[in-house]
């Protein structure tokens, strides 16, 4: 099924992008997109975490969300999609929200790359904490609600970052527990628009998952080299 992306980059890219292994947490709106770019793109084997449910309100941005897969575990419907794709793909489900109760079970598992894609700032920054302490590469996706314009939204360094609320509260968590390394990011430098309101824009939410996702097969691609 990688016939054109081995053409384009030669199948001992593929076959790398292939032999690595990625923990995403969190499967809605930004990392929905992250997961089904990466599969279409060789990676095989993944770790998913998501406690939710689909919900019809999901429909509007997240690629899970459809009529046959309302009330499933987001990791479950995800999980057939994938197989459904990629009969050869290693899916890995945990139908949990991540935390300190499981996040020492969960990095013993083996991976590569760690997707945060989470909504929240306290698993955000327990995610990070740990992805430096096991020596695990790391992309965090910020704020993109409210926000229209994809032309800025870019990957990042944290200290980068502007106009993005989300990112300036994991900055300061950060700083404040002594953790200085300047951790890579999905981040839109829009001002938000949309009063108090977190409310969505598909094509935002999409194409942050796509960079996200691209981020990382650039970065495998570059290993070769």
């Known amino acids: 099924m990688f016939d054109r992306l081995e053409g384009l980059l030669g199948k001992d890219k593929v076959d790398l992008i292939k032999s690595k292994k990625v923990l995403l947490v969190g499967v809605g709106g930004v990392g929905g997109m992250t997961l089904e770019t990466l599969i279409r793109n060789g990676i095989e084997s993944i770790i998913i975490v998501d406690k939710d449910k689909v919900d019809i309100t999901n429909k509007n941005r997240q690629i899970i969300a459809l009529d046959s897969t309302i009330d499933k575990y987001k990791c479950d419907a995800f999980k057939e999609r994938i197989l459904d794709i990629n009969p050869d793909a290693k899916v890995t489900v945990i139908n949990e929200f991540l935390d300190e109760s499981n996040i020492d079970e969960i990095f013993k598992l083996d991976f590569d790359y760690v997707v945060d894609a989470c909504d929240t700032v306290d698993t955000k920054i327990l995610l990070i904490k740990y992805a430096l302490k096991y020596n695990k590469k790391i992309i965090s996706s910020m704020g993109m609600a409210k926000k229209i314009d994809t032309s800025k ?39 938000g628009i949309g009063g108090d309101k977190l409310y969505s824009y598909s094509p935002v939410t999409n194409y942050a998952g796509i960079l996200i996702a691209d981020y990382i097969i650039k970065d495998i691609i570059k290993e070769e080299n």
């Open 153 to 191: 939204v870019s990957i990042m360094k944290i200290n980068q970052t502007s106009y993005d609320p989300l990112a300036k509260v994991i900055r300061k968590r950060l700083r404040d527990e002594g953790i200085t390394d300047n951790i890579i990011v999905c981040s839109s430098a829009e001002e």
